[in-house]
């Protein structure tokens, strides 16, 4: 990881940015002869996919299409989903010594649990394919020249000109700034003219205020399967109260869909039917009570919170049907209007980015700055929880690798 720059022509290409994209395409880069260097803010590369996953990487989905992406474009994705499929990634890291396994959904993690292994693979490859790493590396501006581009960094505190026929714009998004996340892709965009659509906190937790926080904060630690939906999307995993109101899989999958001031509806029995139930146990246990049976349903704690909301001291057997219908509206329809989301610190990804309109689908390569590409995050396609947005990262390095 020298900073020793001899020529401007060293390099083929400098990618900004050592996470999951900008590693793809510097080892992609190198299989096709091609030599880059790859600048990276923090102290060491791979920072996010170090913690995705808790420290484990869910690395790929093994049911990943255009079909579970956000993008103002929604088919902007497929030409490169069609240049580096989910079996290409798994081929790809088995190939390095890292097999995959299925967890809930489609979800692929290395089988040792660790992270650092996929992490090494691209470092152990960069170092077999002679392509340069420099960490502590802050870039702070990129300018177009007559024959390419010049790269202005502070790399360990000095500043360093370095210039490519191509740059690619690998720097992720805004979420977790603790690790280094910055706007500077987005900048660089915006530089050169291209538009950047709207940016907000993706696949984050949504937060309940006034009134109502402290029926969630009672509940804080109970997680409970549901269907979560909106008139966009509907998911069905875990929700998980918290203090300061909901997160879990199922949450952050909706947070991507929601906007400030809707509502979200939430089915607290997904794929059964909360009258039907209380009808079979009116004729079988019509002495029970309904606060009993709501905690055979649910846990204890759940179902005495909900008890303010129901006819708790009632036994099933006297059970009105005005009673049913108002527990079953509560159970199937259960309404929240969140106060907002927990912001980019504990998001998982950014929504929106560099506009499609201004990229080739095909090349990923700016129509407007010849040589200048934006590929992962940065760019405004975001993926749902689980896998899919490394999935976009492998694919779209792979495809600038390709064509810088």
Known sequence: ?????????????????????????????????KRVLVLEKNDRVGAKILISGGGRC????????????????????????SQWTVDDTISFFETYGITGKEKTLGQLFPVSDKAKDVVEVFTNLCDDLAQEIWVNAEVKMVEKTDDGFTVRAEVNGKQEYISAASVVMAAGGLPIPKMGATDFGLRTARNFGLKVTDTAPALVPLTITGKDQPWYEQLSGNSIFCRVWNDRASFEENILFTHWGLSGP?????SSYWKPGE???????????????????????????????IASLYTRKFAEALSDKLPA????????KTDIENISTLIHDFKVKPAG???YDKAEVMRGGVSTDELSSKTLEAKKVPGLFFGGECVDVTGWLGGYNFQWAWASGFVIAQNI
């Open 58 to 81: 869910n690395y790929t989905n093994l049911y990943a299409t255009d079909q579970q992406f956000i993008s103002q474009n929604p088919h902007f994705c497929k030409s490169a989903f």
């Open 341 to 343: 989301d927990k912001g």
């Open 313 to 320: 001291e009632k036994n099933m057997a006297s059970l009105t």
């Open 250 to 254: 199922a949450i952050l999958q909706i």
């Open 1 to 33: 990881m020298s900073t020793n720059l001899v020529k401007q022509t060293d390099f083929d290409a400098i990618i900004i940015g050592g996470g999951a994209c900008g590693l793809m395409c510097a080892v992609q880069a190198g299989f096709l002869g």
């Open 263 to 293: 509502t979200i509806n939430i089915d607290l029995l997904p794929n059964q039917n909360i009258a039907d139930l209380i009808q079979q146990e009116k004729e079988t246990n019509g002495k029970k009570m309904l606060l009993a049976y």
